[in-house]
C-alpha cells in the first residue's frame, strides 16, 4: 500500500477517535449542543439556570462571596458564571461534563463540592441550554476566547 494511502488512514483513524472522545466525555459527541446564539435555547436555558443553578450561583450570574477562598468545611463556594469567573476558561465539553457529572466526579480523589451532579435531573439537551444561556450573557471578547478553547 503506498505511503500517503496509510496517512489518510491513519488521519482517519486520529478523527474517529477524537470524535469518539467527544461523546464520551460530553454524551452527545461534542459541542454540538451548545449555541448561545439560539434565541429558543438561551430562553430555556435562563428558565432552566434560574430553577437550578441561581440559588448558588447567583441570579446575575455573581457567584457566591469569598469564592475563591475555601470554607471551614474545605469546600469552595459556588463561582460566578459571568465574564469575572473561571468558567469561560474551560472548553464546552468539559463544561458538560461538570454539570452532568458533578465536580467531585470529574475531580477524583475524593474531591468534594456543594455542585451536584445534573444527570436524571436536567436532560442533555437542558445542560446545553444552560450553558448557551451562561454564554450568552459574556461579552463578545469572552465568547471569541471561549470559542477558541475547541470542544
Known amino acids: 500500500m ?4 496509510w496517512i489518510v488512514i491513519g488521519l482517519a483513524g486520529l478523527a474517529v477517535a477524537g470524535g469518539a472522545a467527544a461523546f464520551v466525555l460530553t454524551g452527545n459527541g461534542g459541542t454540538a449542543g451548545l449555541d448561545a446564539d439560539d434565541p429558543q435555547k ?18 446575575d450570574l455573581e457567584g457566591q462571596p469569598d469564592w475563591r477562598q475555601r470554607r471551614p468545611d474545605g469546600r469552595l463556594p459556588a463561582p460566578p458564571h459571568d465574564e469575572s469567573g473561571h468558567t469561560w476558561h474551560h472548553p464546552a465539553g468539559q463544561l458538560f461534563a461538570l454539570t452532568k457529572y458533578g465536580p467531585a466526579a470529574i475531580a477524583g480523589g475524593g474531591y468534594q463540592s456543594d455542585m451536584p451532579a445534573y444527570e436524571g435531573t436536567l436532560s442533555d439537551a437542558e445542560i446545553w441550554a ?4 451562561l454564554k450568552s450573557r459574556w461579552p463578545a471578547e469572552i465568547r471569541a476566547r471561549h470559542d477558541s478553547l475547541g470542544p
Open 2 to 5: 503506498p505511503k500517503a494511502r
Open 130 to 133: 444552560v450553558l448557551s444561556y
Open 42 to 59: 438561551v430562553a430555556l436555558g435562563a428558565g432552566l439556570y434560574a430553577e437550578h443553578c441561581a440559588a448558588c450561583h447567583g441570579a
